[in-house]
């Protein structure tokens, strides 16, 4: 269906890494616990700054109330993630979805779930199997998507 999609990405941390670091000068690795969620707006210019509830609703993002629920179906689709994901060797480090509202202006999931938008580690490795092969030129990029997939896949069955 039709939906307007805000510019904005809903993350989920569970684990410091990527632009947290940089942003708070951090070490990569150090765990949540809680799981550390925020918002952000995608605006490469302002270097995707964060934004508050009352500025998504000020500049017309969001609807009252939309905010809290996004942030409420990020941190559910992440349990459910964290644990399939390790079910495959796979730790889940972060990940971000964006949401789009429909006709009625209800809220609605309107992302992908991927090496592209999830931060992956090997859980016996270490390795990166996500988009920060390409980032951090690590090489191997094709290969490690399709070993992601490969996992999956193999779930699936």
């Known amino acids: ?3 307007t999609v805000p510019r904005l990405e809903f993350i989920v ?3 410091t890494a990527g632009s947290m670091c940089r942003r708070f000068t951090l070490e ?3 765990p949540f616990n809680p799981p550390y ?3 952000t707006l995608k605006d490469d210019i302002q270097g995707d700054p964060l934004i508050s509830e009352r500025l998504c609703i000020m500049k017309g993002l969001l609807k009252e109330g939309q905010y809290a629920e996004a942030q409420d179906i990020v941190v559910r689709v992440g349990e459910v993630l964290k644990k399939e994901l390790a079910s495959l060797g796979l730790t889940l480090i972060d990940f971000k979805i ?3 509202r429909d006709a009625n202006g209800e809220l609605v999931l309107a992302d992908e779930l991927s090496p592209n938008t999830c931060r992956l580690w090997d859980k ?3 390795e990166r199997m996500d ?3 390409f980032r951090r030129d ?3 990029v094709r290969e490690t998507y399709e070993e992601v997939a490969e996992r999956l896949h193999n779930v699936l069955k």
């Open 124 to 126: 016996k490795t270490g």
């Open 37 to 39: 969620a925020e918002v």
């Open 138 to 140: 690590l090489g191997r």
């Open 131 to 133: 988009k920060d092969r």
């Open 28 to 30: 990569e690795g150090i």
């Open 1 to 3: 269906r039709n939906l």
């Open 98 to 100: 964006e949401f789009g």
């Open 13 to 15: 941390r569970y684990f």
